[in-house]
């Protein structure tokens, strides 16, 4: 059975960091190129961060230089470092395997404000 398991997530004031962590099982986590999206109130979801299998890195715009996505294939877990964060970065934050038609954690809320 698949699962991808977000934590990390809280309220955290302007310029603050976070680092969420998913926890992948079920499937050969090392062969999977891995995401986090997310998806703020009233808005639609979108990539945030993406690493491939060989560990290449890709960015949205909007959180270059601040955000850093990692992982660790002998814990099959994937990470976002969050730095210098904005209110703008308020969102709920999900883990993907394998692209949008692949697997999803059900989130982490991270809350942005002073």
């Known amino acids: 059975q698949v699962q991808l398991v977000e934590s990390g997530g809280g309220l955290v004031q302007p310029g603050g960091s976070l680092r969420l962590s998913c926890a992948a099982s079920?499937?050969?986590?090392?062969?999977?190129?891995m995401g986090w999206y997310r998806q703020a109130p009233g808005k639609e979801r979108d990539l945030v961060a993406a690493i491939t299998s060989g560990g290449s890195t890709d960015y949205a715009d909007s959180v270059k230089a601040r955000f850093t996505i990692s992982r660790d294939n002998t814990k099959n877990t994937v990470y976002l470092q969050m730095n210098s964060l904005k209110p703008e970065d308020t969102a709920v934050y999900y883990c993907?395997?394998?692209?949008?038609?692949?697997?999803w954690g059900k989130g982490t809320l991270v809350t942005v404000s002073s």
């Open positions: 993907n395997a394998g692209g949008e038609r692949g697997y």
């Open positions: 079920g499937f050969k986590f090392s062969f999977y190129a």
